[in-house]
């Protein structure tokens, strides 16, 4: 989970979800009518504009799980608010991300566990990959485990319980990893961190690896997992800013 910078909508795809609010047919829904809010949003609302929208502002990346998404069926436009529970947001682009299809689509396998959107349905979260100081709080370990430091309850309940970021653990055996595999893929992704900071040898300074976190940051597509990434190169330049180096 990284953090995610709203960019904002060209005005063509502005202005057709303003005319779809401003309309006598979205006015008449009562709020409480879902069934009538999701049929607007999946015929009249500009889905698949946005949803391109969405994965570019997110440089390819699942909002939750940090997987690759692409404009395709794999992926969807997830509602922060679930759609069921405000009306107005329902069509409201800064309550929407791109997120992966939380392996709902695979089959053939016996134990295939969903998360992200898959897993939390209509269930309302407080942990928001829009809130900067929240994802501040977001940190990984080796194992590719995604925990917050310091800890914040409301989130781990959020990250291990209703979007299943850490897989399903039961006592006495390692997190068993969803179908998804992104708990290994998140535990290869920090040693990618570690072989670029083993890299620079003698020259790794802060100035050295801030360059790279710099680069990273800049990519316009940026490899899965990046949060991880940058997660581990930062706390080595804070270090080494502490050292004076």
């Known amino acids: 989970m990284i953090y995610i910078s ?5 005005g063509s795809v502005k202005g057709q979800i303003i005319s779809l609010r401003k309309s006598d047919r979205w006015k008449r829904i009562p709020g409480n009518d879902t069934k009538a809010i999701r049929s607007i949003f999946d015929n009249e609302f500009p889905k698949a504009e946005v949803k391109r ?3 570019h502002e997110q440089h390819g990346l699942c909002a939750y799980c940090m997987r690759r998404i692409r404009d395709d069926g794999h992926s969807r436009v997830e509602h922060f608010v679930p759609l069921s ?4 947001k329902a069509i409201d682009y800064e309550n929407m991300l791109g997120v992966c299809d939380g392996s709902e689509q695979i089959i053939g396998r016996t134990e295939n566990l969903l998360c992200c959107d898959a897993r939390k349905g209509e269930e309302e979260i407080y942990t928001n990959p ?3 100081t929240q994802m501040d709080k977001i940190a990984y370990d080796k194992r590719g485990r ?6 914040d309850a409301n989130m781990e309940k959020d990250i291990n319980e209703v979007l299943l970021l ?3 653990v039961e006592p006495g055996r390692e997190s068993f990893d969803p179908s998804t595999e992104f708990i290994r893929g998140r535990r290869d992704a920090y040693l990618r961190a570690n072989n670029m900071l083993d ?3 003698r020259k790794c300074s802060s100035a050295a690896v801030k360059r790279i976190i710099d680069r990273i940051q800049s990519e316009e597509i940026q490899d899965e997992y990046v949060g991880v990434i940058l997660f581990r190169l930062n706390k080595k330049y ?3 800013v502490r050292q004076g180096l």
Do not use: R
């Open 199 to 201: 890299s620079l040898g």
């Open 85 to 88: 529970k405000d009306k107005d």
């Open 238 to 240: 804070k270090s080494l």
């Open 6 to 10: 709203k960019k904002g909508l060209p």
């Open 130 to 132: 829009l809130d900067k």
């Open 53 to 55: 929208f969405l994965i």
């Open 166 to 168: 850490n897989g399903e």
């Open 146 to 151: 995604i925990f917050t430091n310091p800890l």
